[in-house]
Every structure is written in C-alpha cells, then in structure tokens.
C-alpha cells in the first residue's frame, strides 16, 4: 500500500541492546533480506562497533508479519570497539542455507554459513590478507565468489571454499589518484558468455585529459576473480562529480546508484549512466548540498529483464520510490502516472460532468484542489487524513444556476474566488466568492457584478488574499486589493492599456514581497505587465493568440499559445521564443505550469504533453499523455503531485518517483506554532516562505498569508480569535477567524522576532525585533515605539521576546537591553540600567504568578528579574554554571525553571541556583516547553532540537530524567509547544509532529 510504517524493535524497547560509546543505541549501516524455499524470511542489520541483529519467521505472508517482535542479538555493540559494520550481502545456496558476507572496518570481513543462527567470533570474524583497508561494500557473486571493496581504491575477491582473499588491481579505471570505493553490485544472472558484470561506485576521480574530477563507476565482466574492469563515462555521470555511495543491479544493462547531492542514475541497454528524469532533481532544496542518498535497492519483474519498483534513501527520512507501471497509465520508462480521477477508488470519484468542460484548475496544496467550468461546474478535492486519497464533492452551495466559471484562485479551503459570467446571452462578467460553506454572490466587497455585456472573465490569478488580479474579454482587469474589487490595466494617461481579449493572468511577488509583477496575455499575440506600479504592453513577438502564462517566479514566466507557441521572459517587456521538438512545433498549446526554472510542463491538442528538463540535459521532451483530447488546463501543487483537465475529464498525475516518508517536496521551515481549543484542538503553523497551517478536526490546511517573507511567531487575541503572525522585513498579518489573512505592516525593513499582547475588543498588541524595533498595534493599525538612552545595550541590539503583566507593565528583551513599557499613551520604552549580561540574551520566561523574568543566552548567559511590578525592580545575572550558549527557556514556577542549548546541554534552576542537569544527547536543543498531563495531573516537559532529537522530562517520574523519544526522522526540530498533552514540534522541509 506505500506505506512506510516505523518499527522500533523488541532489543531496544527492552533495552537489551547495548548503547554505544556515546550513550546512544547504535547507527545501523546495513540490512538484507532474503527468503528460501522452505518460506524461511531473514532480516539482517548490521552497524557500528560491530552490532549485528537477526529475524527470521516462517510465513507465507511477510507484509503483515509482525517484524518489531523476534529480534535477537548475534552480536551486541562491542564497547571501545573501532570498527564498523557497513554492508551486508547474501545469497541461498542449494540447501537453503543463508550465506552470508559483511564487510567492515580495517581490512575485516564476516562470514556466516547458517544466517547467523549460531555465531563463533574465533572462526566467523576474518582477517582479508593484505588489507588494512576499510571495507565498505560487499557482493556475493555466488555461493563461492564474494567481491568486497573499499578505500584506497581497493577491491578484494574472496573464495569460501579455500578460505583465499586475493587483491584485484582496478587502477587502469582511474587515474593518479586512487578513489574510495562505497558500493559494489553484481548483475543477478550472467551475460552472453558466462561472465558477470560487477559494478562497483565511488568518491569523484581525477581525469587529467579534462582535468577535471567526475563521478566514478567502474564495471567489471568475467568469473572466478578474473575480471576485465573498465571505466564507465557514457551518459550524464562523464559530466557530473557527485560522490556515488550505492548501486544495485538486477538485469544486464538495468541498474541504478545514487549518491551526494541527490543524484540518482539508470544505467541502460546500450551502457550510458543517466540522471533519472524527475528523479534526481526537484526531490530536495538546491541549496542542500548535504543532501546525500547512500541506499539503493530494487525488484525486477517477471521477465527478469527490468527493474519493476526501487527504492532510494537518504538524509532528512527521505525515501524515493520509483513505481511500478500499474494499470497501463505508464511504463517505466514513460516519467509520468496519469489516473483518472472519475475511477477513484479510494475516496469519492470526481463527478460525471456530462456535457459541462472544465475550465480552469487551482490548488494552494494537494488536499486542498478547486475545479471550474461551465454551466454551474465546481468541484473542490480535499483529505479526509488518509495517506493520498482525495474526496472529490461538488460545491455549488449558493452558485446562481447557468453560472459559466472560467477561473479560480484559492489561499485555503475558505477563501476562493471564482470569476466568469452570468450564464445569460449578455455574458455579464462576475467574481463570486466562496467563504468555507457557500458561494457569495452578493452584498459583500468580495464579489464583482460588471453590468457591461460581453465582459466575460476568463482568468484569475493571485500572489496573496490581497493582491489577486482577474482579466477578460475586451481587456478587463480587476484587482482585489484585501478590500474591494477595482478596475485596474490602465495606461499612465488613465485609458484602459489593451481591448483585446486576455485569457490568462499570472501575478507574483518577489521573496522580499518589494517587488510585484502581473502579466497579462490574449489574442492576437497581446501581452500587457505591470511593474513599479505602472502598466505597459509587452513585446511578444507574435500573433498567435495566447492562452496561458505560469511561472515559478516573477523573473521566469512562460507564456503558451497556438503554432507551437512557448514565450520566455528575457527582459523587462520583453520575450523570446523557446524552439520546441520539431514534432510539436506546429501544435496548438492551451496549458502550462512551472514547478521551478528547470521544471515546466505544457499541455495541448491531440493530448500532446511536454515538459522540460534542466540541468543536466536542458532539454523539452514529449512525454506520455493519457488522453488525446485537448489539454486545456494543468496545475501542479508541486513538482510530483499535477491536475489535468481535457472536457469534463479530470486526470490526477505523478511521476513514477515519488517521496515516502517526508511527503512534501519544499525546503519550508515550520518556525512556530500555537494550540488552543476552538472547540476542539486547533493547530497553527508559520513558516519560513511565509506560509500558514491549520490543523483542524485533524485535517492540515495551508492557508497563503501573500506575504512570502519568513515569519517567526504568532499571537491569538482569545476575544475574537484572530491571530497575528510577525517575521522578516517588518512583515505583520492578522488572520481573522475564517477569513483570511491581511497585511498590516509597516513598511519597515526590520524583522519582528516575538508578539504579545493583551485580548479585547480593542487589543493592545506588541511587536519587537532587530534594532530594538518595537511597534504597538490595536488590531487594525501600528505605531512605532523607541527605547529611551541609557541602560547598558545599543541601538543595535535584537530584541527577541516580549511579554507583561498588562499593557502599561511590558518588558522587551534581547541581546543587552531590557526595557520596561509603562503605558499610558507613551511611545517610548526604559532600558534597565541593572540589565548587564556578559553576552547576548536569546530568549525569556515569564512566570505570570511572581512577574519574575528569567533570560538565557550565549556562553551560558542567565538573567533574572525580581518580579516587582511597574519595571521598578532589579535584574540579577547569576552564574548558570555552563559556558555553551542556551537557546530557550522555560518553567513551572520560581523554583522550577529548565534552559537548554548548544551539544544538548540542559540546565535547571531550583529557586536558588542553576545546575547542569545529564542530558542525553550532545545534539543541540533549541527549545523546551511543557504543560500539565490531565491524567497525570502532573507537568510534562519537552525539548527539542537536531537531528531528530526531542526529550521528554515526566515530573511524575523525575527519577528517568530526560529521555529521548522514539522519533523516526533526522530532521531538525525548531520549537515544540502544546496545549496540556497535545503536542506540535516544528520542523524542516515542510514537517511539523502532532502527539
């Protein structure tokens, strides 16, 4: 069901296994798995300081064995030991005895002729002659031919019936400089000729004919330990230097690696090593050069001629997984997996539409999809939790009859609008609004009625909920501006810039949200744009009417339209023509969407489908279609989850790679998080690009904030429920409770880090950031606040938390300044002048009992005010006993308060004095918080930090101390927070955890 399910196994929750020299349980390096004839399954997992695990069930149904339970320890982690075990490998022989290889550290191998049922070190454990070397790969050739390799280039054949290892010279594959080998694959059955081909990856090697460093991947053909090795350079891997950590190989001339970077390759039939389409590239951030895949397996099919599924893995939790063909919608080696949505078995199927055709298609994420047409047509898909499945459900609650929609735009599932025409002969232009539960087709500032005949809308399109354009016949364009609708498309001296018919509008903003672009196109080659405020008409170059424009960016947008028509932006103004496959050259484009710069695909007649590769092929390819029909429309929610409409079919589509495990494909970082009952639990999340998240009733929705620019806390005003979000370059939006979300900032550059404030009908509200930035609200407007001189900080200094015991009794903080608001209609703030910290504070607690503040910061910086109300009292800087830098703070009382930071460090103070506490990790932790367990009727704290890392302290049992949990990811956890035992920890790549 591609479903990945984490098992925590029977020898750690027993605690059986033993930790390594570091306190940990061991890092696993390698796994097999094999069956025999009698239905014998065994899993191996071999690791660090030469742990080595089995499980063997005998079962005809393995998939629903329970595979946490029956563990048993061969060997256990061997304390002070060096060596590593890295890789694994096995076969069956013809008793069904598992035979089995691994290769380790230092020149060691093991051997086990029973699977590991019985384990004698003396005899199992060898010694490779000659080798000092570590051994990272092994392959099992057969059952008396076993090839390792490893560093320096080495690569050893061993021959179990005369215990011999013999060193097999591979250096005419390289040159000078020797590379490490990680991985080593043999093809399953051998080649013409009795040989076997053996494939062994690498570090990057030198090639002085290019003087360059390129990926290595070396082939070996023979038998027996005589084998013919050559250098492998056709294809993409003679033009990339990524480093190759696995490869697996099945059929001749079918097998994959992958390695640093992301990469991913398919060799083929005629000996080529090529970067697999939609594999490799947009799976991670480009940024992420750590980004590494070191496992590959797969399965061949029947025919034991090609591969049918494999899996990738790597950093983060990633999982790739290259699909099978399924029912006929593609092949393997097709990139796409088209499904029509009116078959959907697994949630409600996309209604019969008759003689209705879909017009438009727009989605805000892939649980959240919105489908238009005519004659009243709007069909919305949504999640109802379970993994991939999409409820399909007409909503026309509301929608005048003969209603023709045309276009529609979403920020979230109760804000959409939908434009077209009344459906009469007049084709009066309209913009409806729909609020969650109903379209509103009037007596709202959300909806537009034009009273002009033939002013059909054709189009709409939006950067946020307060800058979303629609456009039509005779040149209409209208702005939504958060507030009303207004005409727009005016030229300097006010006249309307084009009367052509436009059919598609992009608009976009830049990351900073300074710079804002719409573009506009139609008939007869017309484009129009608006930037810095002002509209013009574009240079297209053409007359071909055009029908769609979409980009990733307001930089790289492409416009599509008739005679093989594909428009790219070149400069302000300006476009140049993209030269298509010459067996499309001449079609009728209708469709298009940019997932990124080196990722677009394009629609049109006779279900012609084309995208474009980027690097490293930088190419347009036709790839396969499940329709012949016209594709008039495409969305992609992102680069593996795409929307296609032809008439009244709906087609949902994805590449044969998908991601498990981290499902979202974005380098979004989840940096806040608020809980409250409204009735039930409500989740909030805030993130890096700007974006918004509610969990509600158990379902995330993505709400568009419109404001693309990092944000780093929020704020709930509990009198109407509206919240407030603050982030980077003065950005301040208010949401209010099933709305949306509006901009109130003020033109600033700074960043806000921290918002408080006081509920009400009229809310006293506090903003601080970076320069001592601090801005008062009152729900709709914001003025700007200074700190007095004096004290002992700067002008430069951030403040990072900000929080009191009313709105005339404020304390903001950070770096070296401290200084107390109060009240009274004043717009400037005192420093404390007993606010000294040896080194910046980065964060505060406030106990609302006592009014004590406690501050912590770099090089173990503590700070503690005395809690005396009206700001008259007095900070202290007591020692906390550690000179890491602490990140968070929190507590229960004055006597009860935690502080974590840098290498895991945890600190407690009991009312008297700080004191380090055993922590147990060396990870960083970036944040601590906790609440009262309702069935405990105790606190129950957590911490939160690197590479997968949250602890939980139980004030019910202090005598476990912080304990890890069992979490199944590296992923870095920013903050966690909660409400009593409802838990969320933010994350990265688009990952937040509810307990």
Not at 228 to 238: A, C, E, F, L, N
Not at 634 to 662: K, P
Request: negative net charge.
């Amino acid at each position: 069901n591609n479903d990945w399910k984490y098992t925590q196994l029977n020898v750690i929750k027993n605690n059986s296994l033993s930790k390594n020299d570091s306190g940990n349980f061991p890092n696993f390096l390698g796994v097999w798995a094999g069956k025999n004839g009698n239905n014998d399954y065994l899993v191996v997992i071999v690791g660090e300081q030469g742990v080595i695990l089995r499980n063997q069930k005998n079962t005809t149904t393995p998939e629903t064995a329970d595979w946490s339970t029956g563990w048993t320890i061969v060997q256990n982690t061997q304390a002070g030991s060096t060596i590593e075990y890295n890789d694994i490998d096995g076969t069956v022989d013809a008793s069904n005895n598992f035979l089995l290889y691994v290769a380790a550290d230092q020149g060691t191998a093991v051997k086990s002729t029973n699977g590991f049922s019985s384990f004698n070190p003396g005899n199992d454990i060898l010694s490779v002659t000659g080798v000092t070397n570590n051994l990272y790969g092994v392959a099992v050739v057969n059952s008396d031919e076993v090839l390792f390799c490893g560093t320096s280039g080495r690569v050893v054949h061993y021959k179990p019936s005369t215990g011999a290892f013999k060193i097999l010279d591979v250096s005419t594959t390289y040159d000078i400089y020797s590379p490490t080998w990680y991985d080593i694959a043999k093809v399953e059955n051998k080649s013409g000729g009795g040989n076997y081909k053996i494939y062994i990856v690498g570090s990057s090697s030198y090639i002085p004919s290019t003087y360059s460093y390129r990926s290595t991947i070396i082939q070996g053909v023979g038998d027996s330990g005589n084998y013919t090795w050559s250098r492998m350079s056709s294809g993409d891997v003679g033009s990339v230097s990524n480093t190759l950590y696995a490869v697996h190989a099945r059929a001749d001339g079918d097998a994959y690696c992958s390695g640093s970077r992301s990469i991913i390759m398919k060799l083929n039939s005629q000996g080529e090593w090529n970067i697999t389409p939609y594999g490799s590239k947009y799976w991670h951030p480009s940024t992420a050069s750590t980004w590494y895949y070191y496992a590959c397996t797969g399965m061949i099919d029947s025919s034991n001629t090609k591969y049918e599924e494999v899996f990738v893995g790597g950093t983060k939790g990633r999982i790739m997984h290259h699909l099978p063909a399924g029912t006929g919608q593609g092949t393997p080696n097709q990139p796409h997996m088209w499904f029509d949505e009116k078959q959907n078995t697994g949630g409600s199927p996309f209604p019969n539409l008759g003689s209705n055709t879909i017009q438009d298609i727009h989605a805000n994420a892939w649980n959240n999809v919105w489908v238009v047409g005519t004659n009243g047509t709007v069909v919305h898909g949504s999640n109802t939790g379970s993994s991939n499945i999409i409820e399909w459900k007409s909503e026309t609650n509301g929608l005048p009859a003969g209603t023709n929609l045309y276009g529609v735009w979403t920020s979230g599932p109760g804000f959409v609008f939908a434009c077209g025409d009344d459906g009469s002969a007049n084709k009066k232009g309209v913009i409806y609004f729909w609020d969650g539960g109903q379209w509103i087709t009037s007596n709202n500032p959300r909806v537009l009625k034009l009273t002009a005949n033939n002013s059909t809308f054709r189009d709409i399109y939006g950067w946020g909920p307060e800058g979303v354009f629609a456009v039509g016949d005779g040149g209409i364009i209208y702005k939504w501006d958060g507030q009303k609708w207004a005409q727009d498309g005016l030229n300097t001296q006010g006249q309307q810039i084009t009367t052509e018919d436009l059919l598609a509008v992009f608009a976009g903003q830049s990351s900073s949200g300074y710079t804002k672009r719409v573009i506009a196109v139609g008939k007869n080659g017309t484009g129009v744009y608006l930037s810095g405020g002002i509209w013009s008409v574009a240079q297209t170059g053409t007359t071909a009417d055009l029908y769609a424009i979409h980009g990733s960016t307001i930089y790289s947008p492409r416009i599509v339209g008739d005679n093989g028509t594909v428009l790219r932006f070149s400069s302000y103004g300006t476009w140049s023509k993209e030269t298509m496959p010459s067996a499309v050259a001449n079609v009728n484009f209708r469709s298009i969407h940019m997932n990124d710069i080196d990722d677009i695909i394009i629609g049109g007649e006779n279900g012609v489908l084309v995208r474009y590769e980027g690097t490293p092929r930088s190419q347009w390819m036709v790839v396969n279609s499940p329709t012949t029909g016209t594709i008039s429309h495409l969305y992609a929610v992102d680069a593996n989850e795409m929307f296609m409409a032809n008439g009244s079919n709906l087609f949902r589509g994805h590449t044969h790679w998908v991601v498990q495990v981290v499902r979202t494909l974005t380098i979004r970082n989840y940096y806040y998080a608020l809980v409250f009952n409204n009735p039930g639990p409500e989740y909030w999340v805030v993130a890096s690009d700007g974006s918004s998240a509610q969990r509600k009733n158990g379902i995330w929705n993505r709400i568009e904030t419109g404001v693309g620019r990092a944000l780093y806390c929020m704020w709930r005003n509990t009198n109407d429920g509206s919240l407030y979000a603050v982030g980077s370059s003065g950005t301040i939006i208010k949401y209010t409770s099933g709305s949306s979300w509006t901009n109130q900032s003020p033109g600033i550059y700074n960043t806000f880090y921290w918002i408080w404030g006081v509920s009400g009908v009229n809310p006293e509200i506090f903003a601080v950031g970076s320069s001592r930035t601090i801005y008062k609200g009152n729900g709709t407007s914001w003025t700007q606040h200074t700190v007095n001189s004096g004290g002992n900080g700067s002008s430069y200094d951030w403040l990072v938390w900000v929080e009191g015991a009313s709105a005339s009794d404020v304390w903001a903080v950070g770096d070296r300044t401290a200084a107390h608001y109060s009240g009274g209609g004043a717009t400037t703030w005192d420093p404390s002048a007993s606010f000294n910290p040896s080194s910046w504070i980065t964060m505060c607690w406030r106990n609302p009992a006592s009014g004590k503040i406690f501050a912590v910061g770099y090089s173990g910086t503590t700070g503690i005010y005395d809690g005396t109300a009206g700001g008259g009292g007095t900070w202290t800087h007591p020692s906390s006993g550690v000179t890491n830098s602490l990140y968070w703070v929190w507590g229960t009382s004055d006597n009860d308060v935690w502080a974590v930071g840098s290498s895991g460090t945890i600190i407690h103070w009991n009312g008297t004095s700080w004191s380090q506490v055993t922590s147990p990790t060396t990870n960083s932790l970036y944040c601590v918080w906790g609440d009262i367990n309702l069935t405990t009727g105790q606190y129950e704290a957590y911490a939160c930090g690197r590479d997968g890392t949250l602890l939980k302290y139980e004030y019910a049992n202090p005598s476990k101390g912080w304990v890890q949990e069992p979490i199944s990811t590296d992923l870095d956890f920013w903050f966690v927070t909660g409400k009593n035992t409802k838990v969320i920890v933010c994350s990265e790549f688009g990952t937040v955890l509810v307990k």
